[in-house]
């Protein structure tokens, strides 16, 4: 991970059933990046949401097994979400996916060719081109 990525506070863990989780899953989690902490509040500013979360994870799909899931979340968290927060952001991930996300570092990427966020997954073993689908 970079030096520069934002550590994460979980909160609310004791209330979700993530505090009944073993120690071992309990350290699971992602960073973001200072750039993507500032798009994300942008984003949710724009959308006159600024209370509301954003939703990472990941499905089954894609050109290469699995895909990239990031949504606005609006209104509580699931009962077993994690929820981790990046200064005034919040990030929302349900159990599962954080197996897969654990270790990752979600960034803000803008270039002459394309802007948006960007995955740095430490066990991401091949992507598609598309860039959105992995394997693990």
Request: hydrophobic fraction near 35%; charge should be positive.
């Given at each position: 991970?970079?030096a520069a990525a934002t550590r994460p506070k979980e909160v609310?863990?004791?209330?979700?059933?993530?505090?009944?989780?073993?120690?071992?899953?309990?350290?699971?989690?992602?960073?973001?990046?200072?750039?993507?902490?500032?798009?994300?509040?942008?984003?949710?500013?724009?959308?006159?949401?600024?209370?509301?979360?954003?939703?990472?994870?990941?499905?089954?799909?894609?050109?290469?097994?699995?895909?990239?899931?990031?949504?606005?979340?609006?209104?509580?968290?699931?009962?077993?979400?994690?929820?981790?927060?990046?200064?005034?952001?919040?990030?929302?991930?349900?159990?599962?996916?954080?197996?897969?996300?654990?270790?990752?570092?979600?960034?803000?990427?803008?270039?002459?060719?394309?802007?948006?966020?960007?995955?740095?997954?430490?066990?991401?073993?091949?992507?598609?081109?598309?860039?959105?689908?992995?394997?693990?």
């Amino acid at each position: 991970m970079t030096a520069a990525a934002t550590r994460p506070k979980e909160v609310g863990s004791e209330s979700h059933a993530a505090s009944a989780v073993d120690p071992i899953a309990k350290a699971l989690s992602i960073e973001v990046s200072p750039k993507a902490v500032e798009a994300i509040r942008k984003q949710l500013a724009k959308r006159g949401t600024p209370e509301s979360s954003l939703r990472v994870g990941i499905r089954g799909g894609g050109c290469s097994g699995f895909s990239y899931v990031i949504e606005f979340h609006d209104g509580e968290p699931r009962t077993r979400d994690r929820v981790f927060q990046f200064d005034d952001v919040r990030v929302v991930i349900d159990p599962k996916s954080l197996i897969y996300l654990n270790g990752s570092l979600l960034d803000w990427e803008q270039t002459l060719m394309r802007q948006g966020f960007k995955f740095v997954n430490p066990h991401e073993k091949t992507s598609c081109g598309c860039g959105h689908s992995f394997t693990v």
